[in-house]
C-alpha cells in the first residue's frame, strides 16, 4: 500500500472553514482540480523529457519535486497531522526539525517512485464538489505497470495562498494517517528526537540511486 502511496502522491498541509461559509474570501489561483491536474502533469511530463538524466541523478529530480510540487504543498500542516498527539508537546525547534526532516524525506522517496509513472497513466476525474467550498476532494486515477486503475482522491483546503494538498486517499487508506500510525509507533518507542535524527541523518546521506519502492514505509 505504500507503495501505491508514494507512486500516486502529488500533491503534497490549519484546519479549514465551514464549506460554502458565504462570508469567505476569494481564493486565489486556480481551483482544486485545476491545480491537481496541472502540478501532476507538469511534474509526469518533465520526468517524460528527461527521464534517464533524472535516473542517474537523484539531487535534479529532488529540485524538480520541490520546485513543481512544493508551492502547492502544505507541508507544515501535514506535518502536523503526522505527528499527532506528539506536536503539543514538542519543542519550536522540535517543531521545524521534524518539518523538515519528514518533508525531505517524503519527496525524496515520492521523486524516486514517481520515475516508474508516464503522463499518460493518469486521469483527473469530474469534480464532484461545491465550488464554493473552502475544502474539497480531487478524484483521480493512476494506473499501475499492468493496466489496473487505482482510486487517487486529493483532499485540499484553501489558504491565503491559494489552494493547497494537505492529504491523498489511496484505495482508502489515507497517506496522512498511514504515515502518523508509523511515525507514532516510532515516537512511542525511541522518543521524537531519536526520529527526528534518523530522518536527518537519511536525508543528508550521499543520494542512492533511485529503485523501486519496497511497499512498505521507510
Known sequence: MMRTILLSFVAAL??????????APPVPGPGPQLLIE????????????????????????????????LPSFDADYSARLVLGKYWRTATDQQRQRFI????????RKYGNAL?????????????????????????????????TPVPVNYSLHATPQGWQ???????????VKNFRTDFGSEIEARGLDAVIQRLETENAAPAAQPVKASGKAG
Do not use: C, H
Open 14 to 23: 490549519s484546519v479549514t472553514g465551514p464549506a460554502g461559509a458565504a462570508d
Open 38 to 69: 496541472k502540478v501532476s502533469r507538469d511534474l509526469l511530463r518533465e520526468i517524460d523529457a528527461n527521464r534517464a538524466a533524472l535516473a542517474k541523478d537523484p539531487a535534479k529530480l529532488r529540485a524538480l519535486v520541490d520546485k513543481i510540487l
Open 100 to 107: 523538515d526532516g519528514f518533508v525531505q524525506s517524503m519527496m
Open 115 to 147: 520515475l516508474e509513472f508516464t503522463a499518460d497513466r493518469m486521469v483527473v476525474l469530474p469534480f464532484k464538489g461545491d465550488p464554493a467550498a473552502t475544502s474539497a476532494t480531487v478524484r483521480t486515477e493512476v494506473k499501475r505497470d499492468n493496466g
Open 165 to 175: 494538498a494537505w492529504d491523498v486517499t489511496i484505495e482508502g487508506i489515507s497517506y
